[in-house]
Nanobody, 125 residues
Framework: QVQLVESGGGLVQPGGALRLSCAAS????????VGWFRQAPGKEREGVSC???????TYANSVKGRFTISRDNDKNTVYLEMNSLKPEDTAAYYC???????????????????WGQGTQVTVSS
């Protein structure tokens, strides 16, 4: 059974930084695509960043240059380093890994995927 457990969210001031972690079990991350999605109240779910099993990465335009996705395959953990945080980054952040579909459909919609329970990030002064 695949499980994804996120941690690292919290309250941070604008301009601050956070690092989210996602510990995976029931799968071997080095052979899997993985991504981060977020959803703010009243807004649609948004793909933030994806990491493919071959090392490719993608980022939403809204976070390019500020967020970095990385993995520690030995720890079966994926990270999202978030810098220069803005109030509009406030959302619940979810770790996601696909069980079907294409790379493109996964990164844009998160369909046919396992989802973690989410961790809340609030950017406010």
């Amino acid at each position: 059974q695949v499980q994804l457990v996120e941690s690292g969210g919290g309250l941070v001031q604008p301009g601050g930084a956070l690092r989210l972690s996602c510990a995976a079990s029931g799968l071997t991350l080095r052979y899997s695509h993985v991504g981060w999605f977020r959803q703010a109240p009243g807004k649609e779910r948004e793909g933030v960043s994806c990491s493919s099993s071959d090392g490719s990465t993608t980022y939403a335009n809204s976070v390019k240059g500020r967020f970095t996705i990385s993995r520690d395959n030995d720890k079966n953990t994926v990270y999202l380093e978030m810098n220069s945080l803005k109030p509009e980054d406030t959302a619940a952040y979810y770790c996601v890994t696909p069980y079907g579909g294409t790379w493109s459909s996964f990164c844009t919609t998160g369909i046919k995927s396992y989802w973690g329970q989410g961790t809340q990030v609030t950017v406010s002064s």
